[in-house]
């Protein structure tokens, strides 16, 4: 909250958009910050623009602290409820101070289960297959942020990539957990990743045109990790790899940037194309996990700059299900 005020002490005044550049932190919570500013009288609005007020503002450190201490107080209430082996109607009866509580007789730990536990063997493979086919899809970024140091405005259709997919839910049932093995605990991932998303590819996505080539998203601290994936799933799938991306830098990792702002700006610099390995056909870019999109839109980018056709995003997973862009 400091540095919202900070910022704008600074700058004389700015919108929501320039404070996103400024400061790494969700939308969401800037303007939870501003409306209290507001109500406290330490900042004012004109249109979408907002100033610091000369009325002093302190932070009421003992409040939130004792708010805090308040939530977590219930969500140990809460997890003390559902590991509860006395009657659940009266452990909330108690919780509400009620003097009458007492069992009811009819709670999942009055009653005993409700259903069945067990399942047909051929039931659970047929859950584990469902679960194995959970493909989300990853919707192509359309506009860049606004005051980010970066290209500004639409993204041309020429230069956004065509829409794409992740295999799974990162850490899901399913495929998630084997990318998540892969990823943290291997250091490579598993042929049964490679024939999956080859077989989502060829049979269930299908993309129109069809990829020409294959190029990965590299990365400094795993080097070899998603380039090894992406030439086994390229030989899966019949077609060239080509390393057509180098990073040029270290950056933070994306998810510990908080907004569209924040993480476009992370990535901005940090990759280049390699001319002599870009082709003119549509291109299927391969990466483990997609999280905000910034990553494929920026290398997308770079490489229909270069002269490549469509890029279609592909991820083995998705950090938070499909893709909400502006």
Same mark, same amino acid.
């Given at each position: 909250?400091?540095?919202?005020?900070?910022?704008?002490?600074?700058?004389?005044?700015?919108?929501?958009?320039?404070?996103?550049?400024?400061?790494?932190?969700?939308?969401?919570?800037?303007?939870?910050?501003?409306?209290?500013?507001?109500?406290?009288?330490?900042?004012?609005?004109?249109?979408?623009?907002?100033?610091?007020?000369?009325?002093?503002?302190?932070?009421?450190?003992?409040?939130?602290?004792?708010?805090?201490?308040?939530?977590?107080?219930?969500?140990?209430?809460?997890?003390?409820?559902?590991?509860?082996?006395?009657?659940?109607?009266?452990?909330?009866?108690?919780?509400?101070?009620?003097?009458?509580?007492?069992?009811?007789?009819?709670?999942?730990?009055?009653?005993?289960?409700?259903?069945?536990?067990?399942?047909?063997?051929?039931?659970?493979?047929?859950?584990?297959?469902?679960?194995?086919?959970?493909?989300?899809?990853?919707?192509?970024?359309?506009?860049?942020?606004?005051?980010?140091?970066?290209?500004?405005?639409?993204?041309?259709?020429?230069?956004?990539?065509?829409?794409?997919?992740?295999?799974?839910?990162?850490?899901?049932?399913?495929?998630?957990?084997?990318?998540?093995?892969?990823?943290?605990?291997?250091?490579?991932?598993?042929?049964?990743?490679?024939?999956?998303?080859?077989?989502?590819?060829?049979?269930?996505?299908? $993309?129109?045109? /069809?990829? %020409?080539?294959? &190029? *990965?998203?590299?990365?400094? +601290?795993? !080097?070899?990790?998603?380039?090894?994936?992406?030439?086994?799933?390229?030989?899966?799938?019949?077609?060239?790899?080509?390393?057509?991306?180098?990073?040029?830098?270290?950056?933070?990792?994306?998810?510990?940037?908080?907004?569209?702002?924040?993480?476009?700006?992370?990535?901005?610099?940090?990759?280049?194309?390699?001319?002599?390995?870009?082709?003119?056909?549509?291109?299927?870019?391969?990466?483990?996990?997609?999280?905000?999109?910034?990553?494929?839109?920026?290398?997308?980018?770079?490489?229909?700059?270069?002269?490549?056709? $469509?890029?279609? /995003?592909? %991820?083995?997973? &998705? *950090?938070?299900?499909?893709? +909400?862009? !502006?």
């Amino acid at each position: 909250m400091e540095e919202t005020l900070g910022v704008l002490e600074e700058t004389g005044g700015a919108t929501l958009r320039t404070l996103q550049s400024s400061i790494n932190v969700s939308q969401t919570r800037i303007e939870q910050s501003l409306k209290l500013f507001e109500v406290d009288g330490a900042v004012a609005r004109d249109g979408t623009t907002y100033f610091r007020t000369v009325n002093p503002w302190v932070p009421d450190h003992a409040r939130w602290e004792q708010v805090t201490n308040l939530r977590r107080h219930e969500l140990q209430r809460m997890q003390a409820f559902v590991r509860a082996d006395t009657c659940l109607m009266e452990f909330v009866a108690r919780e509400l101070d009620d003097p009458t509580a007492h069992p009811c007789g009819r709670c999942a730990v009055c009653s005993g289960p409700a259903v069945n536990a067990d399942a047909p063997s051929a039931l659970i493979q047929q859950a584990i297959r469902f679960l194995k086919r959970d493909a989300r899809p990853i919707e192509p970024r359309k506009l860049w942020p606004t005051g980010w140091g970066g290209p500004a405005g639409r993204i041309g259709a020429d230069e956004r990539n065509a829409p794409g997919y992740a295999l799974c839910i990162f850490g899901d049932a399913g495929w998630g957990r084997a990318v998540a093995e892969g990823k943290y605990r291997d250091g490579r991932f598993n042929d049964d990743l490679v024939t999956a998303a080859a077989e989502m590819i060829g049979e269930r996505w299908a $993309p129109d045109p /069809p990829p %020409a080539w294959v &190029t *990965a998203v590299p990365s400094l +601290r795993h !080097p070899s990790l998603v380039p090894d994936y992406a030439r086994r799933l390229a030989a899966a799938l019949g077609l060239p790899y080509r390393p057509a991306i180098r990073k040029e830098r270290e950056t933070a990792e994306q998810k510990t940037r908080q907004n569209s702002a924040q993480q476009a700006a992370n990535i901005w610099d940090a990759f280049a194309v390699v001319p002599s390995d870009v082709s003119e056909g549509p291109v299927l870019l391969v990466d483990d996990i997609v999280d905000s999109g910034w990553t494929f839109t920026v290398c997308g980018f770079l490489l229909r700059q270069a002269g490549s056709g $469509p890029v279609y /995003p592909f %991820a083995l997973a &998705t *950090a938070a299900g499909a893709r +909400r862009p !502006p």
